[in-house]
């Protein structure tokens, strides 16, 4: 199937994603922040990087570049979505999912290898993992707290929306340790850290990211 | 033209990091007794004609929609010079 890789000016892991993409044994498209064009593809990532410099809010521009207006249009029907750390920042922007993504509480910019637990599998793009398996994948950001208000948690946690948490020591103060989320149908995905830095032995905490690309096509087809 | 000021500030309840940072930096430089920054945003905005009450409604949704992230954000709509037209608006 073919998969969307939007390019953002300040998008820096779009090509890692593309490839991930392949390596998922999916076809990868790059699409481009200034059209309204998402070129026939069945699926969309929203890349990590610091989309228009990060200006205003991370992803507070992007949310309302051209091709974002066909990105949400897509995901309120139905189509998969998955945004990677800024990605995820933008879906939280778009109103696609809920609370925020504000400065790591240590202020520090965060770069290591994290454990996660996949705590939801029943997304296209968590399809290939079990259920409270750890994986452990690329952190890295300055802006990766994930929060929201207490009644917004309680419904995440309370409707199996939590897609993953972080394993041992918060590493940005995200409220529950929550790593990632889903929105209600399950099909767009907000995740902070990267499974596209984890799909191969060359380079990277291993290849555990891999599943995020190569459970799509079978979630989707079935 | 009218200039318009809109604060953004984040809500009282989010953690401000760039604050905390500034307010631990105070005592090191000599200055002490102060217990709490909070580190917000002001734009000022030049706008065409007369701020009337549909263009105010105007600067609230350019407030709300782009300047602030109304689920952590407060915002304050200013028109310089006007007391009458100024308003407070928490999102």
Not at chain 1, 63 to 81: C, H, K, L, Y
């Amino acid at each position: 199937m073919k998969v969307g890789v939007v390019t953002f000016p300040g998008s820096l892991d779009d090509v890692d994603a593309q490839r991930a993409v392949r390596l998922g044994g999916n076809e990868a498209v790059a699409l481009w922040h200034g059209d309204h064009d998402l070129k026939g593809v069945d699926a969309v990532i929203l890349p990590g990087g610091f989309s228009y410099g990060d200006y205003l809010r991370c992803g507070a521009i992007s949310r309302f570049s051209p091709v974002m207006t066909e990105v949400i249009d897509a995901a309120n029907r139905g189509m998969p979505v998955l945004g990677i750390c800024n990605g995820f920042q933008i879906l939280c922007e778009s109103h696609l999912l809920p609370g925020a993504l504000i400065r790591n509480d240590h202020r520090k910019f965060a770069c290591l290898d994290q454990a996660l637990r996949i705590e939801n599998n029943r997304t296209p793009w968590t399809s290939s993992y079990a259920e409270g398996e750890d994986v452990t994948i690329v952190l890295k950001n300055g802006e990766g707290s994930y929060v929201a208000d207490e009644a917004t948690l309680d419904l995440l946690e309370g409707e199996g929306r939590v897609l993953a948490r972080y394993v041992g020591e918060n590493p940005n103060g995200s409220l529950r340790s929550i790593a990632g989320i889903t929105n209600e149908r399950g099909n767009v995905v907000g995740l902070m850290p990267h499974p596209e830095h984890a799909v191969e032995d060359l380079c990277g905490p291993g290849t555990d990211g891999l599943g995020f690309f190569t459970g799509l096509a079978a979630a989707v087809l079935a | 033209m009218a200039r318009v000021v809109v604060d953004v500030m984040l809500k009282p309840e989010i953690l401000d990091p760039q604050g905390k940072a500034v307010q631990g930096a105070l005592p090191r430089l000599g200055f002490d007794g102060v217990q709490e920054v909070r580190q917000g945003k002001r734009f000022e905005l030049e706008v065409d004609g007369e701020v009337d009450e549909s263009r105010l409604a105007e600067l609230h949704e350019i407030a709300e929609t782009l300047l602030s992230n109304p689920v952590i954000e407060d915002y304050t709509v200013h028109v310089e010079g006007d007391g009458a037209l100024s308003g407070k608006h928490r999102a």
